[in-house]
């Protein structure tokens, strides 16, 4: 009989750990969160983006990332804030209010003007690259690391445990910058424009092959994502139209009031096919180009493009840069 009350409590205990294991991670990730915006009121705001970022990591939440990229604004890492709102932008979607929208827009803006480009050049996959400490991601890179102008910044490249590079760089403001991994590079990093400049009729090599495969497929996801989102604005475009014309008898010279939640409704509908329409097209045209840039293997057709992405007040999408 005690062998099998032995037996009911292991079951029962065993049924409890994953419960037990989300509360704790839920009141760790609560913990970290508050005290990043202590810190945050006490103005230690590089500090309280760490705190931020880590109960991100524990319970990932696309609201959370609007914290983290107002702490490193306030800490001066603008690069760092530039990505992360723009993260929140893409994460919290139609979830986000107008207002916050239009506040995150507007700060993105600001902190274009505050940052150049840091872009790792002939990397091997899956190399962690780290700048002042931050975990930026693993190569090849989706694009150039935006990073504050004008300070110094210390890149470190890592395979595993390993770091096998580490450099100060400094860059100027709107400008690309190139850090080379070649054992024979030299110490300072070169300019992307410096690397334009070679006149050679060299080959492309197999890492820039690489780079155009990843940008057809790249090319591909977007313009199916454009072609999604293009459909969902037919869908809500046609929603609008219909309410609205059912409501048009009624509104003639204004709507009575118990009519007012359902005009409201029509505005949303039709700000939402706004919204898609203009993300829609400029992913799909985006897609459209990578997919074309992608397939050309002749240096002389390409020698270097450069994609960034764009969010603005009325636009969403993706700029291109290179020669042809």
Aim: charged letters at 25%.
């Amino acid at each position: 009989m005690k062998t099998k009350l032995l037996v009911v409590v292991l079951m029962l205990s065993v049924a409890a750990a994953p419960h037990t294991a989300r509360a704790d991670s839920a009141a760790e990730a609560k913990k970290a969160f508050r005290e990043g915006g202590r810190l945050f009121e006490a103005k230690k705001y590089a500090e309280a983006a760490e705190q931020f970022r880590r109960a991100f990591e524990i319970r990932p939440n696309w609201k959370i990332l609007y914290n983290i990229a107002q702490s490193e604004a306030a800490a001066k890492n603008y690069g760092v804030a530039l990505e992360v709102f723009e993260r929140y932008l893409a994460d919290g979607g139609d979830d986000i209010e107008v207002a916050r929208t239009n506040e995150v827009l507007g700060e993105i803006e600001r902190l274009k003007k505050m940052v150049g480009y840091l872009e790792i050049s002939r990397a091997e996959d899956s190399l962690s690259v780290f700048v002042d400490g931050i975990h930026r991601g693993d190569t090849p890179l989706a694009g150039p690391l935006a990073l504050t102008a004008g300070v110094e910044h210390i890149v470190a490249i890592r395979r595993r445990d390993e770091t096998i590079l580490e450099r100060t760089v400094r860059i100027p403001g709107g400008q690309t910058t190139t850090l080379p991994l070649e054992d024979d590079a030299p110490a300072a990093a070169e300019t992307a424009a410096s690397d334009a400049g070679d006149g050679g009729g060299n080959a492309p090599s197999a890492d820039a092959g690489k780079r155009y495969r990843a940008m057809t497929v790249a090319g591909w996801s977007l313009l199916g994502v454009g072609a999604g989102a293009l459909i969902g604005a037919a869908v809500t475009g046609a929603l609008a139209v219909s309410k609205d014309n059912e409501l048009a008898p009624q509104c003639e010279g204004g709507c009575p009031p118990e009519l007012e939640e359902d005009k409201l409704a029509v505005d949303h509908l039709a700000l939402a096919t706004d919204v898609l329409l203009g993300v829609g097209a400029a992913m799909a045209v985006t897609g459209v180009v990578l997919v074309a840039v992608g397939v050309v293997k002749k240096k002389e057709s390409v020698k270097d493009v450069a994609l960034r992405p764009v969010v603005g007040q009325g636009t969403v999408g993706f700029t291109m840069t290179g020669e042809f």
